[in-house]
Nanobody, 121 residues
Framework: VQLQASGGGLVQAGGSLRLSCAASERTTSIMGWFRQAPGKEREFVAGINWSGRSTNYAESVKGRFTISRDNAKNTVYLQMNSLKPEDTAVYYC?????????????????WGQGTLVTVSS
């Protein structure tokens, strides 16, 4: 499965962006969004199961970000609201063969290329 992330850009603090991650084929995998800021390790942002009924979020984004998926379009989304300068990072989508949402990058099997989100103060 190949993943293509898009939707990044420059936004002012308090603004919103929606990221998309399109898969090259139908997948029932658990999907996740990660981010990596300059000089920092890649960190988990959010994950979602196949049905969309189960989600998990990093504490730093709870209440601001929403992960969702449209299986008919083979696409996973990350709606980001109330953005802060500390949300600035390259955002990656990834898929895992684990049967539950996991948060370690090493547990994900395939990755998209990343899309840059820059939040200005």
């Amino acid at each position: 499965v190949q993943l293509q992330a898009s939707g990044g850009g420059l936004v002012q603090a308090g603004g919103s962006l929606r990221l998309s991650c399109a898969a090259s084929e139908r997948t029932t995998s658990i999907m996740g969004w990660f981010r990596q800021a300059p000089g920092k390790e890649r960190e988990f942002v959010a994950g979602i199961n196949w049905s969309g009924r189960s989600t998990n979020y990093a504490e730093s984004v709870k209440g601001r970000f929403t992960i969702s998926r449209d299986n008919a379009k083979n696409t996973v989304y990350l709606q980001m609201n109330s953005l802060k300068p500390e949300d600035t990072a390259v955002y990656y989508c990834a898929g895992t063969r684990y049967l539950s949402i996991v948060s370690m990058p090493r547990d994900y099997d395939y990755w998209g290329q990343g899309t840059l989100v820059t939040v200005s103060s």
